[in-house]
């Protein structure tokens, strides 16, 4: 990936390439965790994808995990029938992530993810975890870019952290070529819905899901 910056008022997009090979710590998911400490004073939002080279891949796994965490909670707090994960294949799940932090193959190269970590005042703020697509005819879907993943811990949301990891998303696509950047909302989540309308996103498909007994 090209570096790439971005200003947007003091929020300062970098977003840096450069895979590394060392291991990421797993973490439990029933492991309690703190959340980032208030931020103070003059503030400055760095986006980096994780895996860089020098990069602390055990700090990046452990922190993404810890804020995957919590957005997997909210989202199966409103709707656990559209939002879950049985507890058996949650390592499983912890292992595709650890792979994705280190910028490594997923599934035998099968799946071709990435993920980007905000930091602020040395702290993680937020991450995004999006999967790029070959086009495919049998949904009319052109080639994407999905971000699968965007969590921003609210003490930080005021830097505006979901656009920066969205703006990455897009460089990324950009990069390959792609066209097209696609993200999911919840139905009753009007804020973020106008916030996506304000990074230039259009509302498109609704999802439909019914229960079979």
């Known amino acids: 990936m090209v570096m ?4 947007v008022g003091q929020t300062v997009l970098k977003m840096f390439v450069a895979p590394g090979a060392v291991c990421g710590a797993i973490v439990s998911r029933k492991r309690v965790m703190n959340q980032p400490q ?8 760095t986006v980096v994808q994780t895996g860089g080279l ?3 891949l055990a700090f990046q796994t452990e922190a993404v995990l810890r804020m995957h ?3 997997m909670d909210m989202h199966t707090a409103v709707d656990s029938e559209r939002f879950s994960v049985a507890e058996v294949c949650m390592q499983e799940l912890y292992e595709v992530y650890g ?5 490594e193959a997923v599934y035998a190269g099968s799946r071709q993810l990435r ?3 905000a930091m602020v005042g040395g702290q993680a703020a937020g ?3 999006a999967e ?12 994407n870019v999905y971000v699968h993943d965007i969590f921003a811990y609210p003490q930080f949301r005021n830097l505006r952290i979901g656009c920066l990891l969205m703006d990455a998303a897009a460089v990324w696509a950009a990069e390959l070529g792609i066209k097209q950047v696609r993200a999911l909302t919840m139905t009753d989540n009007a804020t973020a819905r106008e916030r996506f309308v304000r990074m230039g996103y259009r509302p498109c498909a609704v999802e439909l899901i019914r229960k079979v007994n």
């Open 132 to 143: 790029a697509y070959e086009a495919d005819l049998l949904t009319w879907s052109p080639a």
């Open 4 to 7: 790439s910056r971005r200003r």
């Open 127 to 129: 991450y995004a975890l």
């Open 69 to 71: 965490h919590e957005l």
């Open 54 to 56: 020098g990069a602390d």
């Open 99 to 103: 792979q994705a932090v280190r910028n």
């Open 38 to 45: 208030e931020p103070t004073g003059h503030l400055q939002c």
């Open 115 to 117: 993920v980007w970590l």
